[in-house]
Each structure stands twice: as structure tokens, then as C-alpha cells.
């Protein structure tokens, strides 16, 4: 295997929100050196229950606490009265899988919409229709991307890129780990401080 930098999230991970202009950067500083795997890594697994309430208090304790902790992040706190939270992002996980399939641009290209409807715009990505409809809106054919979404295969390679996160010991998200000469190496994180990423990427 090449050099790699391992990037494993969930788009409905609200720490990965938070660090996605960490992650932009540190990207685009390493990408002449180093092949880049983004892998999804299956936060919550399917389910049609309605999400707790205390559940739900916690996660809009958790946006709370990063709008503070990260500085330029922002929710939409309407998504809490205008949607039916359910506690599963498997759905959102395949349709990155199904988004890569039309092609390697759109995994962030999904990766971003999902990300954006569900923290800005109070658009529910547990439900099938609305990735759908972000599907066509960053110009994927919705029809094989519907069909894809909901395929056996692509649950497939859902549950085999969570078995290669655990594998490799990155079992929160964000996780960033460097592959380089045989040996995988994680990566502390630093939410606001891009380069000390970059220095620790370059440095093992």
C-alpha cells in the first residue's frame, strides 16, 4: 500500500461538521505527498424509532458546546421542530457510498450536502427522499442513485468500510490516521489548529 492519510466520519457527525475547515485545509496540504481514503464509518445503524428525548436534549447540548468550542461553526436549531429525529445515519453513510459510485468527485461533493442540509437547513438525511432529492441537487442521476441507495451491495460496502475503521483502531469521528512504510499512525486532533495536524501528518 502508498502512503495514506485515513480520514473516518459520518456526515451527520456534528464533531466532523465542526471540523470540516480543519479538514479542508489539512487536505489540501498533503494531497501532492500522500493518496487520500475517506472512509464512512457508520455512526448509528438503521432504525424507524422515533430518537429519545433525552437523546435529543443531548445532541442540542453537543451543538451547543461546539458552536462554542469551535469558532465560525453554526447549527440550525430549527431542525429539532420541523423534523422527525431518528438516532440513524446509515442512510446518509450509503449515500455516499451510492454518490461515489456515479463517480469519485461526488463522495465530498455528498459528503458537503448532506452536511449543509442537515446543520443549516433543518433537512432530515435519515430519510431516504431527502437524500434523494440532495442526490439530484448536486447532480447525480437521482433515478440510479435511488436505486443504488436502497441496493443490498451498497449496505455491503457500508458495513466493509466500518470493519476497515475498527480495523484500524479509529472507531470515533473524525479519525485521522498515516499509513507510511508498513506502520499506521494516528493523528491527534486539534479542532482549530490545522497546522499542528499537518506537522504530526509530516512528521511520522
Not at 114 to 141: H, K, M, V
Not at 182 to 200: A, F, R, V, W
Amino acid at each position: 500500500m502508498q502512503d495514506t492519510l485515513f480520514y473516518v466520519h459520518d456526515p451527520m457527525c456534528s464533531w466532523c461538521w465542526g471540523f470540516e475547515p480543519t479538514r479542508r485545509v489539512i487536505f489540501d496540504a498533503v494531497a501532492e505527498k500522500l493518496q487520500i481514503r475517506s472512509l464512512v464509518g457508520g455512526l448509528a445503524a438503521d432504525t424507524d424509532l422515533s430518537m429519545p428525548e433525552p437523546m435529543r436534549q443531548m445532541l442540542q447540548q453537543t451543538w451547543q458546546r461546539i458552536e462554542q468550542a469551535i469558532p465560525g461553526t453554526c447549527f440550525n436549531f430549527e431542525f429539532w421542530e420541523k423534523c422527525s429525529p431518528r438516532r440513524s445515519t446509515y442512510p446518509a453513510n450509503r449515500a455516499v457510498i451510492a454518490a461515489r459510485n456515479q463517480g469519485d468527485e461526488f463522495d465530498q461533493k455528498m459528503i458537503t450536502r448532506i452536511q449543509q442540509a442537515y446543520y443549516l437547513e433543518a433537512r432530515n438525511p435519515s430519510d431516504n427522499d431527502t437524500l434523494i432529492e440532495l442526490a439530484a441537487e448536486i447532480g447525480l442521476d437521482s433515478q440510479k442513485f435511488s436505486k443504488q441507495l436502497v441496493d443490498a451491495s451498497t449496505h455491503q460496502l457500508l458495513l466493509a468500510e466500518i470493519q476497515e475503521s475498527r480495523q484500524m483502531g479509529m472507531d470515533s469521528f473524525p479519525s485521522l490516521a498515516v499509513y507510511r512504510s508498513g506502520e499506521l499512525h494516528h493523528i491527534d486532533l486539534n479542532y482549530t489548529d490545522p497546522q499542528s495536524m499537518i506537522k504530526q501528518i509530516k512528521s511520522v
